[in-house]
T-cell receptor, first 114, second 113 residues
């Protein structure tokens, strides 16, 4: 069964610093991987997705993620944090077999300090 | 713009009083999902519809039911809400012909008194 582990429930960075949010997945078949962002009292929005094309995926708002099969990782990065990046970030895995389900990691709350 | 709309955004109910939350979509996606999200936790899948085919998660309580009368609408019924059912309920749609990217509504926050 597929699963997702996000390392660190809270990450705090200074404005302008590198953002690194970690995600490891477990899947018996090549998965689709996603990062979603959630702002307070809102639904989730797609940041970026990996669908077995390029291993380095670029998303919205300057975020990108690299799929590393050997490490079963899909870490999210942004070179320079902005105050508006403060939010909850969820890594997710989806299989188009077994019911078309998307399973979310526990989430990482990003704090950005001025 | 194509979107997913949830109503109401905020729902207050009394312990044991039935509640219905609604979700509509203009994306014409064939899959609709209901997730429960409690504070500072990941969304937890309750069930989903693939077209008219209903798929219940094994650990979803019987207190939760769903209806999908047509492609555009899906409802979540909570028959007898308990204090532990207070949460944000998220509706999402997906199109399995692609990577099944989910499009979420803004959520319905349920308070149980």
């Amino acid at each position: 069964a597929q699963s997702v582990t996000q390392l660190g429930s809270h990450v705090s960075v200074s404005e302008g610093a590198l953002v690194l949010l970690r995600c490891n997945y477990s899947s018996s078949v090549p998965p689709y991987l996603f990062w979603y962002v959630q702002y307070p009292n809102q639904g989730l929005q797609l940041l970026l997705k990996y669908t077995s094309a390029a291993t380095l995926v670029k998303g919205i708002n300057g975020f990108e993620a690299e799929f590393k099969k050997s490490e079963t990782s899909f870490h999210l990065t942004k070179p320079s944090a902005h105050m508006s990046d403060a939010a909850e970030y969820f890594c997710a895995v989806s299989l188009l077999t077994g019911g078309f389900k998307t399973i979310f990691g526990a989430g990482t709350r990003l704090f950005v300090k001025a | 713009d194509a979107m997913v709309i949830q109503n109401p955004r905020y729902q207050v109910t009394q312990f044991g009083k039935p509640v219905t939350l609604s979700c509509s979509q203009t994306l014409n996606h064939n899959v609709m999902y209901w997730y429960q999200q409690k504070s500072s936790q990941a969304p937890k899948l309750l069930f989903h519809y693939y077209d008219k085919d209903f798929n219940n998660e094994a650990d979803t309580p019987d207190n939760f039911q769903s209806r999908r009368p047509n492609t555009s609408f899906c409802f979540l019924d909570i028959r007898s809400p308990g204090l532990g059912d207070a949460a944000m309920y998220l509706c999402a749609t997906g199109e399995v012909s692609g990577a099944n990217v989910l499009t979420f509504g803004a959520g319905s926050r349920l308070t149980v008194l």
